[in-house]
């Protein structure tokens, strides 16, 4: 059994957010496996569940906002009784990556993350497979949201994405659909390999 927890904000002004990357592809994900999310009260979470070649997935995103994510990761985990550094898969945005880039790591520091942070303060470990997934635009080297634009990180990860990466959107989730796949079937390590040798 396994269980990967996209990350996000509740309500329609964040739906297509980059901060929302996470919870957009367990959305995407779902779409594909035709199954829908039903609402965990107790959990403070949406699940949905499919099975890829025998393994139970679960799919899930918390109701809560971003900075308060470590509540309901820890209370899914304890809910399906899962092994945290083994078979808990936390997928997020990531700035620092530009658009379409993917990194799966098997721990690590939350790196500024709220979301991350507000996780490794509830299960008290930095020790749980993440995937970041890029939401930065690269622009001379350098992304957009950098000290030089003056934009704030805040605002940059609350802004929409640009009609020509929603163009890319599907592609790059389709790319992030694999990369869970790679990690409930095998090991991280095998999928560590794949997927961050893969180019954007």
């Known amino acids: 059994m396994k269980l990967i927890v996209g990350l996000g904000n509740p309500g329609d002004e964040y739906a297509r957010t980059r901060h929302n990357i996470g919870r957009r ?12 999310f039903a609402s ?20 899930a995103y918390p109701a ?16 399906f009784k899962i092994e945290i550094a083994r078979d808990l898969l936390i ?23 709220n979301g991350l942070a507000s996780i490794e303060e509830r299960l008290h470990t930095r020790a749980y497979p993440r995937l970041r997934l890029g939401i930065g635009i690269l622009d001379g080297g350098k992304n957009a949201h950098n000290a030089d634009t003056g934009e704030p990180l805040r605002d940059y990860v609350l802004s929409g994405f640009e009609s020509s990466e929603e163009k890319a959107m599907e592609a790059f989730l389709g790319s992030g659909m694999e990369a869970c796949r790679l990690w409930a079937l095998g090991s991280i390590t095998q999928a560590m390999n794949e997927v961050n040798a893969a180019r954007s």
């Open 40 to 59: 965990k009260r107790a959990q403070r979470s949406a699940v949905a569940s499919c099975s890829w070649n025998g393994e139970t997935v679960h799919l």
């Open 64 to 79: 809560t906002y971003m900075n308060l994510s470590g509540e309901p990761v820890s209370l899914l985990a304890k809910y």
């Open 91 to 113: 997928v997020v945005d990531d700035a620092a990556l530009p658009f379409g880039k993917l990194r799966l790591r098997g721990d690590g520091s939350a790196g500024g993350h």
């Open 25 to 36: 592809l367990m959305e995407f994900i779902a779409a594909r496996e035709k199954v829908k």
